[in-house]
């Protein structure tokens, strides 16, 4: 009886998931099944409008609440349950980019969205429907520091971040049981940013390279003439240090070539404020987000081996621009409310990614772009190609891509790593949903690996074929569903042959090692 008892428990019921903060307080309770054969007792822990969290006799289980009828003082009203969903971190995505996409779910499933400022820095976003309040999205606009510290601390369910997360985070948070934070499920990329250098209406520099704009954060470079501007002294101007934008910053300048920033930099709190002191001194440099850039006067990136690339949008979502930065959510490993779960499902939608779009962020739909707009990389290619990439391949990749569109989708490697980049783990699963989703039914979707110029042509190549053949392979694993006679996918490399930076960096070589996705 014992042994039969503990099956139909084992079927009820899953182990060892926490539902979220905030809940009901602890109480007696019991289940009965709905057959009335088995009966369990304990101490409710959490509801999340579908399942309990209950401590018992035989440990901590997860109830579906479909499958039992609930007795006792702490037993929640199935029909008034209200999600709670409390988001902390980054200002910039706190102010306009989180609350538009409660505003869209929320018109998308029918909620009526209401607005209350709590305290400067936290905000409430209550879901109605009706009379009937559905969930409530509540957001501390502060830093990704503080973002991670509130997850920490048991006092938030999301974190919005405009860095990865460092990994005394990611050992801290798994040693309090949420998880590997960087794991799929676990952080999201919810649209992309960028760092643009910015300078005074007026001034002539209007180029530099990265690894000049590095050296000028540390004050490696303090004149403007050194740069091919006048002779006078460069005014750096940066986010405050506790940004996630700020720490972003330095992590992709600096860090890198193990620099710090000058102590003559001046910080500020706020992009605004950033852009007004740039915007009066006629020697100011600074470096902003891309979607805050409005008025600022954008520095395009450039070197002797590639062509000039500038902050656009699409050059974003390509990646082609080096200085490209995912805007994150991380969430523990807990059960969220099913509203949360619908709101972070609403995330990935075509709807989304306009919303993200019109609040001056880059999404993260794919897009379509057609040779005759690409002129300027394949007269890149034979302009640049070294003495050990012969006629005959420029010739077989221009034959090969010719017919084709690029995908706006590129994927990229960790340096130092054989790991996708976050960037890339969130554009495997978006390519994933879109072949399952049959978006690509009928066409040929080809990956193509190149890398940088180091070392001979020919091995390059076939780490560049290998690089391809991982995106290749992670795809199809993750389009679960994806039926491959509905979409012809295949992997094909070309090394070194179309550079679209100098190999004489490390940001340089970073770019030219990619996987882009062409299609016809």
Same mark, same amino acid.
């Given at each position: 009886?014992?042994?039969?008892?503990?099956?139909?428990?084992?079927a009820l019921?899953?182990?060892?998931?926490?539902?979220?903060?905030?809940?009901?307080?602890?109480? !007696?309770?019991?289940?009965?099944?709905?057959?009335g054969?088995?009966?369990?007792?304990?101490?409710?822990?959490?509801?999340?409008?579908?399942?309990?969290?209950?401590?018992t006799?035989?440990?901590?289980?997860?109830?579906?609440?479909?499958?039992?009828?609930?007795?006792?003082?702490?037993?929640?009203?199935?029909?008034?349950?209200?999600?709670?969903?409390?988001?902390s971190?980054?200002?910039?995505?706190?102010r306009?980019?989180?609350?538009?996409?409660?505003e869209?779910?929320?018109?998308?499933? &029918?909620?009526?969205?209401?607005?209350?400022? #709590?305290?400067?820095?936290?905000?409430?976003?209550? #879901?109605?429907?009706?009379?009937?309040?559905?969930?409530?999205?509540?957001?501390?606009?502060?830093?990704?520091?503080?973002g991670?510290?509130?997850?920490?601390?048991?006092?938030?369910?999301?974190?919005?971040?405009?860095?990865e997360?460092?990994?005394?985070?990611?050992?801290?948070?798994? !040693?309090?049981?949420?998880g590997?934070?960087?794991?799929v499920?676990?952080?999201?990329?919810?649209?992309?940013?960028?760092?643009?250098?910015?300078?005074?209406?007026?001034?002539p520099?209007?180029?530099?390279?990265v690894p000049?704009?590095? !050296?000028?954060?540390? &004050?490696? +470079?303090?004149?403007?003439?050194?740069?091919? &501007?006048?002779?006078?002294?460069?005014? +750096?101007?940066?986010?405050?240090?506790?940004? &996630?934008?700020?720490?972003?910053t +330095?992590d *992709? #300048?600096?860090?890198p %070539?193990?620099?710090?920033?000058?102590?003559?930099a001046?910080?500020?709190?706020?992009?605004?404020?950033?852009?007004?002191? %740039?915007?009066r001194?006629?020697?100011?440099?600074? +470096?902003?987000?891309?979607?805050?850039?409005?008025?600022?006067?954008?520095?395009?990136?450039?070197?002797?081996?590639?062509?000039?690339?500038?902050p656009?949008? *699409?050059?974003?979502?390509?990646?082609?621009y080096?200085?490209?930065?995912? %805007?994150?959510?991380? $969430?523990?490993?807990?059960?969220?409310?099913? #509203?949360?779960?619908?709101?972070?499902a609403?995330?990935?939608?075509?709807a989304?990614?306009?919303?993200? *779009?019109?609040?001056?962020?880059? !999404?993260?739909? @794919?897009?379509?772009? @057609?040779?005759?707009?690409?002129?300027?990389r394949?007269?890149?290619?034979?302009?640049?190609?070294?003495?050990?990439? @012969?006629?005959?391949?420029?010739?077989?990749?221009?034959?090969?891509?010719? @017919?084709?569109? *690029?995908?706006?989708?590129?994927?990229r490697?960790?340096?130092g790593?054989?790991?996708?980049?976050?960037?890339s783990?969130?554009?495997?699963?978006?390519?994933?949903?879109? $072949?399952?989703?049959?978006?690509?039914?009928?066409?040929e979707?080809?990956?193509?690996?190149f890398?940088?110029?180091?070392?001979?042509?020919?091995?390059?190549?076939e780490?560049?074929?290998?690089?391809?053949?991982?995106?290749?392979?992670?795809?199809?694993?993750a389009?679960?569903?994806?039926?491959?006679?509905?979409?012809?996918?295949? %992997?094909?490399?070309?090394?070194?042959?179309?550079?679209?930076?100098?190999?004489?960096s490390?940001?340089?070589?970073?770019?030219?090692?990619?996987?882009?996705?062409?299609?016809?």
């Amino acid at each position: 009886m014992i042994k039969h008892r503990a099956a139909i428990l084992a079927a009820l019921f899953l182990f060892g998931q926490s539902l979220g903060i905030g809940q009901a307080a602890a109480q !007696d309770v019991t289940f009965l099944s709905r057959d009335g054969s088995v009966e369990v007792s304990g101490t409710l822990l959490g509801f999340d409008g579908e399942y309990y969290r209950v401590d018992t006799l035989y440990g901590e289980l997860t109830v579906d609440s479909s499958g039992v009828i609930c007795d006792g003082p702490g037993c929640p009203d199935l029909t008034s349950y209200v999600a709670e969903l409390e988001l902390s971190g980054a200002a910039a995505m706190g102010r306009v980019l989180l609350p538009a996409l409660i505003e869209g779910f929320g018109l998308k499933y &029918g909620y009526t969205v209401e607005r209350k400022d #709590l305290e400067p820095t936290r905000t409430e976003y209550r #879901l109605t429907e009706g009379d009937r309040i559905a969930g409530v999205f509540r957001i501390h606009s502060s830093n990704t520091d503080e973002g991670f510290a509130d997850l920490l601390a048991n006092e938030a369910d999301m974190v919005m971040a405009l860095r990865e997360m460092r990994p005394d985070e990611r050992e801290r948070a798994q !040693d309090a049981g949420m998880g590997d934070l960087r794991s799929v499920g676990r952080s999201r990329v919810l649209a992309l940013d960028a760092l643009v250098p910015i300078v005074a209406p007026g001034n002539p520099v209007t180029a530099l390279t990265v690894p000049q704009l590095s !050296d000028v954060l540390a &004050g490696k +470079v303090t004149n403007w003439q050194q740069l091919g &501007g006048p002779d006078a002294p460069i005014d +750096v101007h940066l986010r405050d240090g506790a940004s &996630g934008f700020g720490q972003a910053t +330095v992590d *992709r #300048l600096l860090s890198p %070539v193990g620099e710090a920033l000058s102590p003559g930099a001046t910080r500020h709190d706020s992009d605004a404020l950033l852009i007004r002191a %740039v915007m009066r001194d006629p020697f100011a440099l600074g +470096v902003i987000s891309l979607s805050e850039l409005r008025e600022a006067v954008p520095v395009a990136l450039s070197g002797a081996c590639g062509f000039t690339l500038r902050p656009t949008r *699409r050059n974003a979502k390509t990646e082609d621009y080096p200085l490209v930065l995912p %805007v994150f959510l991380y $969430l523990p490993a807990r059960r969220l409310p099913k #509203l949360g779960r619908e709101f972070l499902a609403y995330t990935r939608s075509s709807a989304a990614q306009l919303v993200i *779009r019109r609040v001056g962020y880059v !999404d993260q739909a @794919p897009e379509e772009v @057609p040779i005759n707009m690409q002129g300027d990389r394949f007269a890149n290619a034979i302009a640049r190609a070294g003495e050990e990439v @012969p006629l005959q391949e420029l010739q077989r990749m221009v034959g090969r891509l010719t @017919p084709m569109k *690029r995908l706006t989708t590129s994927f990229r490697i960790e340096a130092g790593s054989s790991d996708l980049d976050a960037q890339s783990r969130s554009n495997i699963l978006q390519l994933a949903d879109a $072949l399952e989703s049959g978006d690509y039914d009928g066409r040929e979707l080809l990956f193509v690996g190149f890398s940088d110029g180091e070392g001979p042509a020919g091995p390059n190549r076939e780490i560049a074929q290998r690089r391809a053949q991982v995106v290749y392979d992670a795809i199809v694993t993750a389009a679960e569903t994806f039926d491959p006679t509905r979409t012809q996918l295949s %992997v094909e490399a070309f090394g070194e042959a179309m550079p679209m930076a100098c190999d004489d960096s490390a940001w340089g070589r970073q770019v030219n090692r990619r996987v882009e996705v062409w299609l016809r």
